[in-house]
């Protein structure tokens, strides 16, 4: 890696740990927000839900950012974004505002993300280069969700909760001054399209992924979920229609046409969907009886090992057979960490659940990082913030049908609004019974999707050799 690709990936690694201030450090905060201005649980729920839904909205308009401005300034711009969304949050006087500013900061998050990935591979393109950025990247996410939520909860131990989103918009300002300081010009494509389309294809995808976590929640009208699903289909429909009658429509699918290209988003949508860390962590607090602090702290060996699995695991899966066939092994090995999920009981001491959940972040994380990487490497020459913005999407829906699926199975049996200290000894036993139906249904999944790949790479050879060390 030369020091100008080295210097660029060191700084789309920090402007991407700067992004996450919010998403990492929300749950701490909004119990205390939400006792100072008095909101009621739905409106909590909603505040929780409200960054997920607004990083789908702006997923596909994210990439047209990157493609209009050029990295350097699209990145700037999200900077900017974060900080108005934080001084929002700062002077919020009711759910309103808290939603608006939540909003406006994922957006932007998501944005970052999705520039900052594109800005990887244009700049590394393939090779040793190539790997080392986006196993790099891998990491940062993991370290992130360790550093940011035990801060905020040391933070809010001993300040204002207006304090937390303060950092957040420090968290902007120093997210424009890296990029316009670290970050090579960019002359960006101004006569790139519209912004309809693209938008209507993210609130498509955003009251979809919606519908499908919210299948679990017995508490919710199940009349939302239907107008979710209505809303997703009348907003596809509309970018269909749009997308045929725009003679420059700024939505197209032309980046993910490309050899396996489908292939791999479903993968990645796989893992994504298989990633048990946060259900396991709300099912360890329930068991167990533990605070959110010792739940936090108990997911920090998880973290780090996914940390791990992203730097080392994907680096020698892809050195040694290649970005596709890596993804696949490393199904398999998912597979194979998620089956000690199956050995738990209701005696099983929290220590044993740690160490798994340590197995399968260390597998999951590596895999999801080499399908990362071989999505990007296999994106066509112009299209990288498009194949970026897909790739997202995929993530976020595979997350969503994760929620959704296993948690319903996990917690289908327990209110997860009524404190451990309610849970009965029989929602307790569901809920083992739960985690081991989950980790087979995990282990299935994951050997399935090594299957499907094995299939395509027979019909269509994969071009993903061993990539040979630098010098």
């Not at 939540?102 to 944005?111: E, M, N, P, R």
């Not at 730097?311 to 040694?320: E, F, S, Y």
């Not at 995929?394 to 969503?400: C, E």
Request: charged letters at 10%; a positive charge; glycine letters at 8%.
């Amino acid at each position: 890696m030369t020091a100008d690709q080295r210097r660029i990936v060191v700084a789309v690694c920090l402007i991407y740990f700067l992004s996450l201030m919010m998403i990492g450090g929300l749950t701490f905060l909004v119990p205390p927000m939400a006792e100072n201005l008095k909101l009621a649980d739905d409106t909590v729920e909603n505040l929780l839900a409200v960054p997920s839904v607004a990083a789908l909205v702006a997923v596909f308009s994210a990439g047209q950012l990157g493609e209009r401005f050029g990295p350097r300034r699209a990145i700037a711009i999200a900077g900017l974004c974060c900080t108005i969304g934080a001084s929002v949050m700062i002077f919020a006087t009711g759910s309103v505002a808290a939603q608006l500013g939540l909003s406006i900061y994922a957006a932007a998050g998501i944005t970052i993300q999705i520039v900052g990935i594109s800005l990887l591979q244009t700049t590394t393109v393939t090779g040793p280069a190539q790997v080392s950025a986006f196993t790099t990247f891998g990491t940062v996410a993991p370290l992130a969700f360790v550093i940011i939520p035990v801060a905020t909860a040391g933070l809010l131990d001993v300040a204002d909760w207006r304090l937390v989103p303060l950092f957040w918009a420090i968290a902007g300002i120093l997210i424009i001054v890296v990029a316009l300081r670290w970050l090579d010009r960019g002359s960006g494509s101004p006569s790139t399209g519209e912004w309809v389309t693209p938008l209507l294809a993210g609130l498509s995808l955003a009251a979809a992924a919606r519908a499908i976590a919210e299948v679990d929640n017995l508490s919710l009208d199940r009349n939302w979920v239907l107008i979710a699903c209505l809303v997703s289909a009348l907003a596809a429909t509309a970018c269909a229609v749009a997308t045929r009658r725009v003679r420059r429509a700024s939505f197209s699918t032309s980046a993910i046409r490309g050899r396996m290209m489908q292939s791999m988003l479903l993968c990645v949508a796989l893992v994504s969907c298989v990633q048990l860390l946060n259900l396991v962590c709300i099912v360890m607090e329930f068991l167990y009886g533990l605070s959110a602090e010792e739940v936090a702290l108990a997911t920090v060996p998880a973290q780090l090992a996914a940390a791990v699995g992203a730097k080392v695991l994907a680096t020698k899966a892809i050195n040694r057979w290649g970005g596709f066939r890596a993804g696949r092994n490393l199904l398999l090995a998912i597979a194979v960490t998620m089956l000690p999920l199956l050995a738990l009981t209701q005696n099983s001491p929290a220590w044993i659940l740690v160490v798994v959940t340590m197995l399968f972040s260390f597998t999951t994380m590596g895999a999801l990082t080499a399908f990362n990487a071989e999505v990007m490497r296999r994106s066509p020459s112009g299209g990288t913030e498009a194949a970026s913005s897909f790739r997202s999407a995929a993530s976020s829906i595979g997350g969503a049908l994760g929620v959704g699926i296993f948690g319903a199975i996990m917690l289908s049996g327990t209110r997860v609004d009524v404190g451990s200290a309610a849970v009965t000894a029989g929602a307790r036993a569901e809920m083992v019974a739960g985690l081991r139906l989950a980790g087979l249904i995990a282990c299935s999944v994951a050997i399935a999707g090594s299957i499907m790949l094995t299939l395509v790479e027979r019909r269509s050879p994969a071009d993903g050799q061993p990539i040979a060390p630098a010098a």
